[in-house]
């Protein structure tokens, strides 16, 4: 359920992404794009928690191919923490990031109190991959699979649970680009993957529909992480991992506005909006109406 008294999180790291910006996406979102006027319009009672920042000194650590693991590490903690007490004081922590590596804190966080954790991931990629598999070796691409118990020790042990979600309890929504080791690790798992052959073809209601009954028969609290690249490069340019084809503006808002139908969503977090890539903070606003969607807002 939507918990009306909504605790944002800032969380503007960009360390886990090859693209430097996405660490300047919370406060673009905040701030320039009106997230802020939107909870107030909807008469949302919310909070403003401390900026969570990673710390000025930490000593590289060592890995096989897994840049700024130190920094991930750190900020993970951090925000596992913030996203943790939160929950425990009856709020619905909304994240703001960063890169998608920062979901490995968040969920960390909310793993303490969900013992079967949903995640419905909007994404044009999965981030299934490994230290072993990535191209790139930056670990916003392994953070779903690090929640799921898959790759870098530190990090999916993080505050003693792992795995902290189950595969049965992941639903991707609007992937587009995977590469074949996720493609491999999606099949064997049987992880719920909706493509946008499948959102072609079905329709973005009747995928929210058959996400929704899933998760809301087997879990007892949902996470909404939502990557901007979910999206069309021509909806959203202010992303650094961009592939044309994806959700359109009002398949996005239909989505979230389905899920708020729902009543199952119990925190959320927005992130990759990088507004050294955008124009006139296109990308930041449209993330704002989209949490506005998800949070209720209707258009009559």
């Not at 660490?23 to 949302?44: N, Q, T």
């Not at 191919?65 to 130190?70: M, Q, T, V």
């Amino acid at each position: 359920m939507i918990n009306q008294n909504v605790a944002i999180v800032r969380a503007p790291f960009g360390l886990g992404a090859g693209t430097p910006g996405a660490e300047l996406g919370p406060a673009h979102i905040l701030y320039a794009a009106g997230l802020l006027d939107k909870l107030k319009d909807l008469g949302i009672p919310y909070q403003i928690t401390e900026e969570i920042n990673v710390s000025p000194q930490l000593t590289p650590l060592q890995s096989k191919n897994a840049k700024r693991l130190a920094e991930v590490l750190d900020i993970s903690g951090r925000l596992a923490d913030r996203v943790s007490a939160l929950v425990g004081q009856g709020a619905m922590p909304l994240v703001l990031g960063g890169d998608h590596s920062i979901s490995i804190g968040t969920i960390a966080g909310l793993a303490e109190h969900y013992a079967n954790l949903g995640v419905i991931w909007f994404d044009a990629h999965s981030d299934l991959n490994t230290e072993e598999t990535s191209p790139s070796g930056n670990i916003h691409g392994m953070s779903l699979g690090i929640n799921l118990g898959r790759g870098i020790p530190a990090l999916t042990g993080l505050r003693g649970i792992e795995p902290k979600i189950k595969p049965e309890h992941v639903a991707i929504v609007g992937a587009r680009s995977l590469d074949p080791g996720e493609k491999k690790y999606i099949r064997s798992l049987g992880i719920a993957c909706y493509t946008m052959h499948d959102i072609d073809r079905l329709g973005i209601a009747r995928v929210m529909e058959k996400v929704a009954s899933h998760l809301g028969r087997t879990t007892d609290g949902v996470h909404v992480s939502f990557d901007i690249d979910c999206l069309d490069p021509r909806e959203a340019p202010g992303t650094g991992t961009p592939v044309r084809g994806g959700l359109s503006y009002r398949e996005a808002n239909l989505a979230l506005e389905l899920l708020y139908q729902s009543d199952l969503v119990t925190s959320a977090e927005f992130v990759e909006v990088n507004p050294g890539l955008d124009s006139n903070d296109q990308t930041a606003k449209l993330a704002v109406e989209l949490i506005g969607s998800l949070l209720g807002e209707q258009i009559l």
